[in-house]
C-alpha cells in the first residue's frame, strides 16, 4: 500500500524567508510521481510541482523546488523568498496506477502561515 | 477554458435525502475522480473513471455511486445522506500518461443534518 507522511501540522515562516515542507514517502510500486498541491482558505486545489521517480533532476517551477532524495523516501517542497499570499495548506500526494488510472494518495497537510 | 466545473458549490441536505454532485472538464480529458475531503485531512478516493464508459471503487465508495456521462461529466450521487457525509467534494480530471497531473474542480461543500 502506498502512504504519504507529513510531519508537520503547522509552521510559521518570516516573509522572504525560505522554508521547507517535509514528505516521506512509502511504496512498493517501481514507478510512482509526487506532487504538491497548494489549498488557500478559499478551499481550491492548486497543482504546484512534479516529480517522476525516474527523474534525474530535482523538479523546479518558480519559486517551488522539489527536494527529491529516492534513497531516503523523502520529497519536500521548498519555497524560496516566501510572500504572504503563500499562505495555505500544502500537502504531498503520491500517484499510483489503479485499474488504467490514476490514484493519488494524499498526506494529512501543512498549514504554513506567513508573516509580515 | 473553464478546466474543471462543479455544481453546486454548497448543499445542505437532511438525513435519508438523495443528491447529485455534478462535474464537467474540458481539457478532454481520459480519466475523472471523485475525493472527499474531510476536516483536518488529506483527500480520500471516492470513485474514479479511466476512460468514457467504465468506473470503479476508489478507498470510501460506500454510500455514493458513480455515472460517466460522457467524456466530459463525471457526477457522484448520494441515495440517502448520512451525516457522515458532510465533507467537501472535489472533483478531478487527468490524461492517463507519465508524468500528467489531476487538474481539480473548485469543490462542493455538503453539510448532511
Known amino acids: 500500500a502506498q502512504k504519504i507522511t507529513q510531519t508537520q501540522p503547522g509552521m510559521f515562516v518570516q516573509e522572504k524567508e525560505a522554508v521547507t515542507l517535509d514528505c516521506t514517502y512509502d511504496?512498493?510500486?517501481?514507478?510512482?510521481?509526487l506532487f504538491w498541491y497548494k489549498q488557500p482558505s478559499s478551499g481550491e486545489m492548486i497543482f504546484l510541482i512534479y516529480?517522476?521517480?525516474?527523474?534525474?533532476q530535482n523538479a523546479t517551477e518558480g519559486r517551488y523546488s522539489l527536494n527529491f532524495q529516492k534513497a531516503r523516501k523523502s520529497a519536500n517542497l521548498v519555497i524560496s523568498a516566501s510572500q504572504l499570499g503563500d499562505s495555505a495548506m500544502y500537502f504531498c500526494?503520491?500517484?499510483?496506477?489503479?485499474?488504467?488510472?490514476?490514484?493519488?494518495?494524499f498526506g494529512q497537510g501543512t498549514r504554513l502561515t506567513i508573516n509580515p | 477554458n473553464a478546466g474543471v466545473t462543479q455544481t453546486p458549490k454548497f448543499q445542505v441536505l437532511k438525513t435519508g435525502q438523495s443528491m447529485t454532485l455534478q462535474c464537467a472538464q474540458d481539457m478532454n480529458h481520459n480519466s475523472m475522480y471523485w475525493y472527499r475531503q474531510d476536516p483536518g485531512m488529506g483527500l480520500r478516493l471516492i470513485y474514479y473513471?479511466?476512460?468514457?464508459?467504465?468506473?470503479d471503487k476508489g478507498e470510501v465508495p460506500n454510500g455514493y455511486n458513480v455515472s460517466r456521462l460522457n467524456k466530459r461529466e463525471f457526477s457522484l450521487r448520494l441515495e440517502s445522506a448520512a451525516p457522515s457525509q458532510t465533507s467537501v467534494y472535489f472533483c478531478?480530471?487527468?490524461?492517463?500518461?507519465?508524468?500528467?497531473?489531476?487538474?481539480f474542480g473548485p469543490g462542493t461543500r455538503l453539510l448532511v443534518l
Open positions: 473513471s479511466a476512460s468514457e464508459g467504465t468506473t
Open positions: 500526494a503520491m500517484r499510483g496506477w489503479l485499474q488504467g488510472a490514476q490514484k493519488l494518495v
Open positions: 478531478a480530471s487527468s490524461v492517463v500518461g507519465a508524468g500528467e497531473t489531476q487538474y
Open positions: 516529480q517522476g521517480s525516474y527523474d534525474q
Open positions: 511504496t512498493s510500486d517501481p514507478s510512482y510521481g
